[in-house]
């Protein structure tokens, strides 16, 4: 017989309470379920059953067995599950967490090209810079940007977030292009009043190489992407991330100052609660974000 069916069986048994009600439950005969618990007994050669006129009592063995043929039942229940999600098309609302910076100029563009490929998804983006509670707070994906916090999560990484020095053609025509960092002391600086060591700028060079140097401007603010029109209309150098600055360096209103140097790379990682059976669509959202960030 079936080994499974027969693992199925014995747990009804067990569940149930007897073989008359297993077999009013299995919609089989009292006969079929004895014969169920008398091939694996003699498969094991061990009784798994103490047999009474009210009730069935589990040996030693029999308890050991109930407890791995459950388990065995729902790791084949999972395998089946998810073989059937594989095969379905990602669908459902998808909550997820972003800091501001690069949800709004990076990760909203590929979100809708995600939506594009998938019509019966719909996104739920909350633009965040503080630190939050991704399960307690109901997201199913969080972009984090910096030191892991929780390690209970799984964290994909993906590119590291580059922060780089960049500047208008005005403003470089009018006040001269920095060759070295000691340069960016003569220059006005855009500050962004949330970093930790403000009116510094500590920098990475090509080998490794690192620089501090003491800022000075007129334009400070707490959001990067005013920082980035303040340097679109000519009010100084900005240090912002590569990624929000590169459509504006590939177009020329913005250019590249000291390009060989940048502040120290941040990790960035794409969180989400550990789940034995992800659904097509959280599984799909993964893969895309991780192939076009990772």
Same mark, same amino acid.
């Given at each position: 017989?079936?080994?499974?069916? @027969?693992?199925?069986?014995?747990?009804?048994?067990?569940?149930? *309470?007897?073989?008359? +009600? /297993?077999?009013?439950? =299995?919609?089989?005969?009292?006969?079929?379920?004895?014969?169920?618990? $008398?091939?694996?007994?003699?498969?094991?050669? +061990? $009784?798994?059953? !103490?047999?009474?006129?009210?009730?069935?009592?589990?040996?030693?063995?029999?308890?050991? &067995? &109930?407890?791995?043929?459950?388990?065995?039942?729902?790791?084949?229940?999972?395998?089946?599950?998810? +073989?059937?999600?594989?095969?379905? /098309?990602?669908?459902?609302?998808?909550?997820?967490?972003?800091?501001? =910076?690069?949800?709004?100029?990076?990760?909203?563009?590929?979100?809708?090209?995600?939506?594009?490929?998938? %019509?019966?998804?719909?996104?739920?983006?909350?633009?965040?810079?503080?630190?939050?509670?991704?399960?307690?707070?109901? &997201?199913?994906?969080?972009?984090?940007? @910096?030191?892991?916090?929780? #390690?209970?999560?799984?964290?994909?990484?993906?590119?590291?977030?580059?922060?780089?020095?960049?500047?208008?053609?005005?403003?470089?025509?009018?006040? *001269?292009?920095?060759?070295?960092?000691?340069?960016?002391?003569? !220059?006005?600086?855009?500050?962004?009043?949330?970093?930790? %060591?403000?009116?510094?700028?500590?920098?990475?060079?090509?080998? *490794?190489?690192?620089?501090?140097?003491?800022?000075?401007?007129?334009?400070?603010?707490?959001?990067?992407? /005013?920082?980035?029109?303040?340097?679109?209309?000519? /009010?100084?150098?900005?240090?912002?991330?590569?990624?929000?600055?590169?459509?504006?360096?590939?177009? *020329?209103?913005?250019?590249?100052?000291?390009?060989?140097? =940048? &502040?120290?790379? #941040?990790?960035?990682?794409?969180?989400?609660?550990?789940?034995?059976?992800?659904?097509?669509?959280? $599984? =799909?959202?993964?893969?895309?974000?991780?192939?076009?960030?990772?």
């Amino acid at each position: 017989m079936d080994k499974l069916a @027969g693992m199925a069986m014995f747990v009804r048994v067990v569940d149930e *309470g007897s073989f008359a +009600a /297993a077999a009013e439950v =299995s919609q089989v005969s009292a006969t079929m379920v004895a014969k169920h618990i $008398r091939t694996i007994e003699q498969r094991l050669g +061990a $009784r798994l059953l !103490h047999r009474t006129t009210r009730r069935h009592q589990l040996t030693e063995v029999g308890k050991l &067995y &109930y407890e791995r043929c459950k388990t065995v039942l729902t790791e084949v229940e999972l395998a089946e599950a998810a +073989a059937s999600e594989l095969q379905s /098309a990602p669908r459902g609302r998808l909550r997820l967490v972003a800091p501001v =910076s690069f949800g709004t100029q990076t990760l909203v563009p590929a979100l809708v090209e995600y939506l594009h490929q998938n %019509l019966e998804v719909s996104v739920d983006l909350a633009l965040d810079n503080n630190p939050y509670d991704l399960i307690g707070e109901g &997201y199913e994906l969080g972009i984090q940007i @910096g030191a892991l916090t929780n #390690t209970g999560l799984v964290a994909r990484p993906l590119k590291p977030y580059r922060r780089i020095l960049a500047a208008s053609p005005d403003y470089l025509a009018r006040c *001269g292009k920095p060759e070295r960092p000691e340069d960016l002391v003569n !220059h006005m600086c855009l500050g962004h009043s949330y970093w930790r %060591l403000q009116g510094r700028w500590h920098l990475v060079g090509p080998q *490794g190489e690192t620089c501090e140097i003491a800022i000075k401007g007129r334009f400070t603010t707490n959001q990067g992407g /005013a920082l980035r029109v303040a340097a679109l209309h000519g /009010a100084g150098i900005v240090l912002q991330p590569e990624l929000l600055l590169a459509a504006d360096l590939d177009a *020329g209103r913005l250019e590249a100052v000291l390009p060989l140097w =940048s &502040y120290k790379p #941040t990790p960035m990682h794409l969180v989400y609660a550990p789940d034995r059976r992800p659904t097509a669509m959280l $599984r =799909s959202v993964i893969d895309f974000l991780v192939a076009r960030f990772g």
